[in-house]
């Protein structure tokens, strides 16, 4: 168990509303990313955060907005959601003297959007 | 571009078996790899990893090769067990000073594990 909490696990919305998605660890790791899966393309990056106030963005990054404000959080924010952006979500981390490269995942945030 | 793919989508073994799933790269400049095992319904898990400075690393009863010269990367594990039955991802990332501080996956594979 690496610490990394994502929340809501679940969620239903409807097209053109807010929805934002967040991710809380607790070991004080640096880095933190944001990922999404679909059938037929793996992982792909959405964005990611070096540090506090520090992020950018990932071959997918259209359509999507993050804030750290701190280092335990990490936001991804769908402005206006779209039926292109129902997919799974992953948060994961890295970066600390224990962990060092590895990137530990957490259990995946499953939005749909109708 | 980059791209970091795998051979094969479905890999269907015997129980017992050993298994090897391979995967490409292109990106000369990678720096780290690891491999990744997904369940249905969860996240992927951290198996294994490797530098480029290294060419094989051993874990339990999981090894992973890597071949720079020709940009391969393979998971053998051993005795496979139905418990391995899962998706399996390899990852790649760049060094530190090449600004490619994320993972870049492959599309994955799918082991069976036949009783």
């Known amino acids: 168990d690496a610490g990394i909490t994502q929340s809501p696990r679940h969620k239903v919305t409807e097209t053109g509303t807010p929805v934002t998605l967040r991710c809380h660890q607790t070991?004080?790791?640096?880095?933190m990313y944001w990922y999404r899966q679909d059938p037929g393309h793996g992982l792909r990056l959405i964005h990611y955060?070096?540090?506090?106030?520090?992020?950018d963005k990932g071959e997918v990054s259209d359509g999507y907005s993050v804030s750290r404000s701190k280092t335990e959080d990490f936001l991804l924010t769908l402005e206006s959601a779209t039926s292109s952006q129902t997919s799974v979500y992953f948060c994961?981390?890295?970066?600390?003297?224990?962990?060092?490269?590895?990137?530990?995942f957490g259990e995946g945030s499953w939005l749909t959007v109708v | 571009g980059e791209n970091v793919g795998l051979h094969l989508p479905t890999l269907s073994v015997q129980e017992g078996d050993n298994s090897i799933i391979n995967c490409a790269y292109s990106?000369?400049?990678?720096?780290?790899f690891i491999w990744y095992k997904q369940e249905s319904g969860k996240g992927p898990q951290f198996i294994i990893d490797i530098r480029s400075n290294m060419d094989k690393r051993q874990g339990q009863r999981v090894t992973v090769l890597l071949n720079k010269t020709v940009k391969h990367l393979s998971l053998q594990i051993a005795a496979t067990q139905p418990g391995d039955s899962a998706v399996y991802f390899c990852a790649e990332k760049g060094a530190p000073d090449t600004g490619r501080r994320a993972l870049t996956f492959g599309s994955g594979t799918r082991l069976q594990v036949q009783p």
């Open positions: 990106n000369s400049a990678s720096d780290y």
């Open positions: 994961a981390i890295s970066g600390t003297a224990a962990s060092g490269n590895t990137i530990y």
């Open positions: 070991e004080n790791h640096r880095y």
């Open positions: 955060s070096y540090g506090v106030k520090d992020t």
